[in-house]
């Protein structure tokens, strides 16, 4: 007789924790040959609010942190994220269809960008801050500080496009929700499973899935949401609703990136979309 | 109010300006008339109509357009960037040789005294221009890239006509954009006049037009679908609108907006500096700043000792004509205007704020408010959450360090903040925990050609002067 294998529950990830939709809803998550693979939860409007209050809760503190110390943890994602590469080609294959070569090629390049980016979390302030010669006895400094919370809705490629637009926001101190691709969600908890056992506070990220268009729309709106990042959305109808209901409370908004191909090395965008620019004046003299 | 220390009036001359009846519009190098009606435009001081101005429509924001489009392609896009610099510092020349008669016809057209336009606005106007004019030819060390957008359609407020002018236009122009520019409807004759200054440099036609007219002309210059980049400096409601027009388009926005900004004083402040910084804070060209530090954060301890020295410092500014050299505060920009800080004047009053005001006798003609403050202020009360852009402070107080970030953090602006005290560390953890864009310490209202402004949450999105300013002319790299 053949083993039976015990199935996973893939939940949210709201705040460190794993819980399911408080609409107690799922949908059929399904293999590319129409084979099921799971039930994943779908996400409500109160889902993603929790996600929000979350997100806001974990921002002081993870902001507040050194940068070396955001750069040790986005690193310590990789490390762990080496550790499972198994697990994670076998759910790409599984849930993508793609061949044993590609699923290893995404894992690799996954595990790569987040240490690409770790390494960036105590540069950037240095490559697009700086001091500013102004005409008169004045010490004036521009440095750039994370924008708040950023809602993102991912791209299709579940782990790598996952990776590549969450990265950039959390290594500059930010704090996220993000809507995993609907069609692939899997990867994105099994993901969330690495980040909740590398060190990353409860809440610096957290992973809804379920339908864009019932999701996005709420997080678009949200008056505590600071940015909202479109790369995933394919409709550009709903795209455009997205924009004009985050123009609110004026959120930084990175509009739709169709063809982006993910395993090119990444410009610095993605980290200074979201962030401002502080500049501090103090007269010099004795 | 009358004391020993009376001055004698010191008009500046008004003979160095010369205001024509009126305006047409400034499209492909020339003056042309519009197809919209003509508005009047009038010395907020005296209420005098000054000139009519054109009021572009629909079509004349297409022409403009389409000129700037074809200086574009055919000319500025094309010329090196050393040939650019080189207009952009024939520009800041001029600006420096005729900065009397710029200085006086603002002072006129705007209401703000005259020592405010001559010293500090047409100054750093060139400054801007004489900084730009240098990145042209520099592009490639920016870290933006090098690619310009195309055109540029520019809408500036009415508090600052040449100073926001200058901070749309130099850095567009020396990214290799070609502008369509429309100033505020109650102060478009400094733009006029640099229509002519742009002449005077043989700049090529169609790399600067400048439309006048109100929202609907913005609109049509902001909704223009061959317009790639908007940049508009306002009121936080019409940024809103802006955002909401652009979705789904490739336009490149940036947006300077509103801001209530706390200006906080420690007990251990230098506090005759601090006097002088919240007098400037907020008094500054009437309060018509959207940087004013209109929200008086004070600790607990020195509240009373602060208040006392202010009231007295308040005492002692001087209003009225704003062509006379001494003048410190000069007129309201408009009617309009006036009422709207009557208004939320008023509300301070009936939630039960103490309203107190400089003592003087206002002119009969023009648009007034006297320098005034109001104590027992809460967090809730509308006065210290709405902008009031006008020369109205809000006190409040704090006892901890983490209660004035609270407070002063507790807005949906973050535009800019104020930190006075004498120790050191404990300026830059403020001015790390402040969630604005520009936080002085020690100082206020401080600006530069080479120093990034610009705001968090509803004060806006980009960063105008600096290198981070040419971000918003250039194309970048995007992955």
Known sequence: MSRIDVRKTYKLYIGGQFPRSESGRSYVVNDTKGRLLANAAQASRKDARDAVVAARAAF??????????????????????????????AELRAAEGVSAT?????????????????????????????????????????????????AVVAPRGALLGLVSVVAPLIVTGNTVVVIASQDNPLTAITLGEVMATSDLPGGVVNVLTGSQAEIAPWLASHMDVNGLDLTGVEDAALATDLEVAAADNLKRVRRPAPDTDWLLEPALDRMTRFMETKTVWHPIGV | ???????????????????????????????????????????????????????????????AVKAARRAYTRVWSRMSGAERAKYLYRIARIIQERGRELAVLESIDNGKPIKESRDVDIPVVAAHFFYYAGWADKLEHSGYGSTPLGVAGQVIPWNFP???????????????????LKPAETTPLTALLFAEICQQADLPPGVVNIVTGAGDTGRAIVSHPDVDKVAFTGSTEVGKAIARAVAGTDKKVTLELGGKAANIVFDDAPLDQAIEGIVNGIFFNQGHVCCAGSRLLVQESVADEVLERLKRRMSTLRMGDPLDKNTDVGAINSGEQLK????????????????????????????????????GVSQAHR????????????????????????????TPFGLSAGVWTDKGSRILSMANRLRAGVVWANTFNKFDPTSPFGGYKESGYGREGGRHGLEAYLKGADS
């Open chain 2, 340 to 375: 709207r800080i009557r208004e939320l004047s008023e509300v301070g009053d009936a939630e039960g704020a103490e309203r107190w005001e400089v003592a003087c006798d206002l002119p009969t003609k023009g648009f007034w408010f006297p320098p005034t403050l109001f104590t």
């Open chain 2, 1 to 63: 109010m009358s004391n020993i220390f009376e001055y004698a009036p010191a008009p500046e001359s008004r003979a160095v300006v010369d205001i024509k009846p009126s305006y047409g519009l400034f499209i492909n190098g020339e003056f042309v008339d519009g197809h919209g009606k003509a508005f009047k435009t009038v010395n907020p001081a005296t209420e005098e109509v000054l000139a009519e101005v054109a009021e572009a429509d629909d079509a004349d924001v297409d022409e």
């Open chain 2, 162 to 180: 040449l100073l926001m002018l200058a901070w749309k236009i130099a850095p567009a122009l020396a990214c290799g954009n070609t502008v369509v």
């Open chain 1, 60 to 89: 002081g503190g993870w902001s507040g942190r050194t940068a070396y110390n955001r750069a040790q943890v986005v690193y310590r994602i990789a490390e762990v994220l080496e550790g499972r590469r198994e697990q994670f080609e």
């Open chain 1, 102 to 150: 590609k699923a290893r090629t995404y894992v690799d390049a996954a595990i790569d960008r987040l240490v690409w980016y770790a390494g960036w979390a105590d540069k950037i302030t240095q490559v697009v801050g700086n001091a500013n010669p102004v005409a008169g006895p004045f010490f004036n400094l521009s440095t750039p500080e994370p924008s708040g919370v950023i």
């Open chain 2, 383 to 410: 006065i210290a959450r709405e902008e009031i852009f006008g020369p109205v402070l809000s006190v409040l107080t704090f006892r901890t360090p983490s209660e004035a970030v609270e407070k002063a953090n507790n």
